[in-house]
């Protein structure tokens, strides 16, 4: 049954997603909406695929929120199931707060060998488990004691979205959120936000990081290391830092667009 609630509902851009992926998306949750009924004042969840290679089942799924409140969320846990069997228990992270009549995209790769029992792919589907397992934590005001050295009017107003919509960070965490990549003339710029809740300053000395170009292929893998003095982000502050990695340690990819890199800190 069609609804104008369900078209109302509005797909969240994760930092790292290309526009042409998020686009794809989109028009693939506003399809799957026109012919479902959410339950309302809800979090829905809708499966968009099931698809297996040699070592992995991967299933794609759309949370959606259209309870008339924005819903914290840790942790999800899930059931992975075959016909009535519970075959596999999954818990995904989400770490974002997901607004009112918003919906965000998870994509989950399980390994075949990990699942319990037998199955066969085309009766796989998945199902929250016990929602008594999520744990609500309280949420911390990050206070941001610098804003990102861009340039421009329009940079700026980016920096300022980024705030705005960056997701809420619980007591007792450290984020790293990239803002902004890109070429400069030193090499591979990463501007990202620091983000610490806890009762204690922390002192960065080094970051792990890995780079990714289109399709997840890898160019750069390493550890970054900070001046001397390391990187002081005190209790309950954030701030901005700009990673600069020479070109030359990096894997030459002709024609790639580096503002479309993928950072992950890991």
């Known amino acids: 049954m069609k609804t104008t609630e369900n078209f109302n509902i509005v797909l969240s851009k994760e930092i790292y997603e290309s526009d042409f992926h998020h686009e794809l998306l989109k028009e693939e949750l506003q399809k799957m909406l026109s012919n479902k009924q959410l339950k309302s004042n809800h ?16 299933i794609g799924i759309y949370l959606i929120n259209n309870s008339d ?3 914290l969320i840790n942790k999800l846990p899930l059931s992975i199931c075959n016909k009535k069997e519970k075959v596999f228990d999954y818990t995904i992270d989400i770490n974002k707060t997901i607004l009112t009549n918003n919906a965000i995209f998870k994509e989950i790769s399980i390994l075949k060998s990990d699942l319990a ?41 980016e920096g300022k979205k980024f705030l705005k919509n960056l997701s809420n960070i619980e007591e ?55 001046n001397d003095d390391g990187l002081i982000i005190e209790s309950n502050k954030g701030k901005f830092y700009s990673i600069i990695i020479p070109l030359e340690s990096f894997i030459q990819i002709d024609h790639e667009d580096m503002s479309k890199y993928i950072v992950k800190f890991e």
């Open 43 to 58: 979090v829905n969840m809708y499966c968009s695929y099931v698809y297996e290679n040699d070592e992995y089942i991967s």
């Open 69 to 71: 409140k924005d819903i």
């Open 117 to 157: 029992l037998s199955y066969n792919i085309d009766d796989i589907y998945i199902e929250f488990d016990y929602l008594k397992k999520i744990n609500k934590y309280p949420y911390i005001n990050i206070e941001i004691d610098n804003m990102p050295k861009v340039n421009g009017y329009k940079s700026y107003r």
């Open 172 to 226: 007792n965490q450290f984020s790293i959120d990239v803002f902004k990549v890109g070429q400069v003339e030193e090499g591979f710029c990463i501007i990202a936000l620091f983000r610490n809740s806890s009762s204690k300053a922390i002192n960065i000395k080094s970051i792990p990081l890995t780079v990714l170009v289109s399709e997840n292929l890898p160019v750069y893998k390493g550890v970054y290391n900070i």
